[in-house]
Structures are given as structure tokens and as C-alpha cells.
């Protein structure tokens, strides 16, 4: 959610903003609205004093027996009382359009956020580790995976398309990777490890700017809950309708769960293997600092996520995505890229965003700076750990053998009992 004051003060630059994002001129709309809330906001306040003003001159009318200027303040306050309540319901009309039109714009780009429309336009930050080498043609991981565990015909059987049933080795090798991440952030980074529920109410999903927009990307009950696409709505939301002492933040919120999500806007991409699923684990970092704080933050999350791509030895590169690239609640994202071999080209595995308070009006989440009354939103930063179902595939495709066995990194063997080598069912 935007801070109308700053559409106000210059909505020129608010429309110009908008347009980076490809979305359409809004300033005019939102500050016309604004202006007429307003002026019904004063309006009423100007109702209410005179009839105050009027019910208490009707007692003195009364008492200097003036029974016509009673009879005309009786009348004005039945006016007044008549025209009140229609103000008021005028005035809540137009908020609720104004908060319509807000909460459906995305957020503004920061100034160093590259322009483009897509991926294509997206800027190469860094690229670290070395590619393997293989003496065989390497193999995507939905050849190497079926003797590992990877059976995908029986996922289908039991749920469709994009269900993946992992069993044996690849069970063992995912369940390592998800322990193994979430370990790292919370051991050496900082993080608390937090279980949180999967299942959210609206206000959440609404507060992390899934909804109202992108309903059709998620799960929904029969009670009204849903599903969540990411642990970012959970644990972000543990800070909602909250003010918080300046001596806690930052809070750095860790959870390995798992994730759901429609794909209703992948239709025909990635519908072999295990690359996008309708349902697969992730860890997640959420972090809730002071504004002043959230640069440094946002650096801080990418080279977490980093650090897990390191141990592991994968080579990947970090870009910066373009303004037409970006998600919804996003100012800046860096992507983290990890090298495939099978399909010789860098994938996406990670995702850190800095959404500075855009979620936070949506949460109504604040923090009371030290020595000040006042309040101030809090600037929310959320990062994938990373995927650990992407990471399984990486880690087949990298470390595979020509026999179809996998070699399992070693920052993996204290989560395998010391299996160095994944072993292919005949």
C-alpha cells in the first residue's frame, strides 16, 4: 500500500514510477478521490459542531420564550441529523474505493532497479562458483532422478499434473537439503527457526500483497483459508496490528515448509520434471527492521542465501531484476541463479526482495522510534534459503556421475549419516 501523501505531493513522479512497473497513470484517480474524502471528512466535522452549536441555542431560545427561533434550530438540528449519517456514509463509500485502487498498485521501484520489461532486461550483479565438467553428455535431472526417487508418474496418478511423489534416496537427499538450510540460517546467520501455520486467513495473505490481485495463484479451502504460496505470508505476519519497541528489530524469521501454489500464470513452462510444482518445500527468511536499516538488510538476506549456494558447491550468478520483472510488494529483488548442466543454462533458485513498507501499511505493522512518541512503519525483506526442491534437481544435475549415481556434497554427509554416493535402484 502507497502513503497518499507522497501520491499528493507529486503525483507526476508517482505516475512516472508506475509507468517503470508498466502499470497506469493512478495519481489522478487516487488524488481526486482523496481530495473529496476529504472535503466530506471536514464537512461532517462542520455538521456536527453546529448541531451541537444549534441543540445547545434551542435551551435558550426556549428560556427567553422565542418559540420561532426554537422551532428553527429544532428543525435545522433534524437537518443536520438527517445529513449526517449520509456524509459519513459517503465519506466510507469513497474510502473503501480509494483503498481499492491502492491496494491493486504495485510497489515503486527504487531508483537503481534497471528499466526493462522482462527477464530479458534483467542485470548481472555477480557470478561466482566454476561449472563442472563432465567426460559423458550431462543429464537433465528427470533422467537422473526416476532411479533416485523422482516418480513423477505415481505423483500424477495420485494428485495431476505437477505432483511429484519422492521417495528413497531423493527423499533423504531433500529432506538433508531442507534441514541442512534452515540449520545454516539459524546456526551461523541469525535467524529464529519458526513453524508456522499453512494454512492463513485473508488479512494475511491481503497484508503480503497476494490478494486482492493474484487470488487465482493460490489454494483456497472450503472454509475461506488458504493455502500458503510461500512461509513470507506466515511469517510476516507475525508482526501484524503490532507497534514495536526499536530495541527488538531486527527480527529475522526462518521456516522450512511447504508451499502451494495454482501456477495458474505458467501454463505450458516447466511441465516436465520438478522445476514448478503445484506443492514443494522451501526455506524461507523473513526480516522486520527500522527503515534506515533495510539497505543493508536486503544485501545481507541475498548473500545468506548465497552462502548455502557456496557450501554447496553450485556455481550461480545473482541479477538484479528489472522494474517490469519484478513481483508485486517488490522496490528491488535479486534472483539467484544456479548453473544446470542437464539443461546448460542458470535457473532461478532464490529470491530476496526489499518491499520497504509496502506490506507494512497493508499490516498496519509499525515501530516506535527510541525518545519518540510517534510511530513509523517498519520495512519487511523476505528471501527463498532457498528452494529445496530447485536445489535437489541442481544437485543432481552438478553432481552426477555417469553410472546415473550421485555424488552427495560434502556439507550434506552429517544429514546422510555419511553417504557420500547416492546409488541408482536397478
Known amino acids: 500500500m502507497h502513503d497518499i501523501r507522497l501520491i499528493r505531493d507529486d503525483p507526476d513522479a508517482f505516475d512516472a514510477a508506475l509507468a517503470r512497473r508498466g502499470a497506469a497513470p493512478s495519481a489522478a484517480a487516487i488524488v481526486a478521490l482523496d481530495r473529496r474524502r476529504r472535503e466530506l471528512i471536514t464537512e461532517a466535522q462542520a455538521a456536527q459542531a453546529r448541531r451541537n452549536e444549534a441543540s445547545k441555542a434551542i435551551g435558550a431560545a426556549k428560556a427567553s420564550r422565542d418559540e420561532a ?4 434550530l429544532m428543525a435545522e438540528v433534524a437537518a443536520l441529523k438527517q445529513r449526517l449519517p449520509e456524509l459519513e456514509a459517503e465519506e466510507a463509500r469513497l474510502a473503501a474505493e480509494l483503498e481499492t485502487l491502492l491496494a491493486a498498485l504495485p510497489n515503486l521501484p527504487y531508483a537503481d532497479v534497471p528499466d526493462g520489461a522482462d527477464e530479458d532486461d534483467n542485470q548481472l550483479v555477480h557470478a561466482r562458483g566454476t561449472r563442472p565438467t563432465f567426460g559423458f553428455a550431462a ?8 532411479a533416485l526417487g523422482l516418480d513423477f508418474e505415481t505423483g500424477a496418478a495420485i494428485a495431476g499434473s505437477r505432483f511429484t511423489l519422492v521417495r528413497g534416496a531423493a527423499a533423504r537427499l531433500q529432506r538433508a537439503l531442507g534441514q541442512f538450510m534452515l540449520d545454516r540460517l539459524t546456526r551461523e546467520h541469525g535467524f529464529e527457526e519458526v513453524a508456522p501455520p499453512l494454512l492463513v486467513r485473508d488479512e494475511a495473505v491481503f497484508g503480503t500483497g497476494q490478494l486482492p490481485k493474484f487470488a487465482e495463484d493460490l489454494f483456497r479451502t472450503t472454509d475461506g ?20 519497541p526499536h530495541d527488538v528489530l531486527p527480527l529475522r524469521f526462518a521456516a522450512l515448509t511447504p508451499c502451494f501454489r495454482s501456477e495458474a500464470g505458467a501454463a505450458g513452462r516447466d511441465t516436465r ?27 545481507r538476506m541475498t548473500s545468506c542465501a548465497e552462502d548455502a549456494l557456496d557450501a554447496l558447491g553450485l556455481a550461480y550468478r545473482r541479477m538484479k531484476l528489472c522494474a517490469g520483472d519484478m513481483g508485486f510488494t517488490a522496490a528491488r529483488t535479486y534472483d539467484l541463479e544456479v548453473w544446470l548442466p542437464g539443461q546448460a543454462r542458470y535457473r532461478e533458485i532464490s529470491s530476496c526482495s526489499t518491499c520497504t513498507d ?48 550421485v555424488a552427495v556434497p560434502e556439507a550434506l554427509w552429517p544429514y546422510l549419516g555419511g553417504l557420500t554416493l547416492l546409488e541408482p535402484r536397478a
Request: glycine residues 6%; hydrophobic residues 35%; aromatic residues 6%.
Open 358 to 405: 509496502f506490506q507494512a501499511r497493508r499490516m498496519n505493522a509499525r515501530y516506535r522510534p527510541e525518545g519518540e512518541k510517534a510511530t513509523r512503519f517498519v520495512h519487511t525483506l523476505n528471501g527463498s534459503g532457498l528452494a529445496v526442491g530447485r536445489t535437489l534437481v541442481a544437485v543432481l544435475e552438478n553432481y552426477q556421475q555417469e553410472n546415473g549415481a
Open 273 to 299: 520434471g520438478y522445476i514448478r510444482q503445484h506443492q514443494f518445500d522451501k526455506v524461507e527468511m523473513v526480516s522486520i527492521v527500522a527503515p534506515e536499516a533495510s539497505e543493508e538488510e536486503h544485501e
Open 69 to 72: 427561533a426554537a422551532q428553527a
Open 225 to 244: 483459508r488458504w493455502l500458503i504460496p510461500t512461509a513470507e505470508v506466515s511469517l510476516t505476519n507475525i508482526v501484524r496490528e503490532q507497534i514495536l
Open 139 to 146: 543429464r537433465e535431472h528427470d533422467s537422473i532422478g526416476p
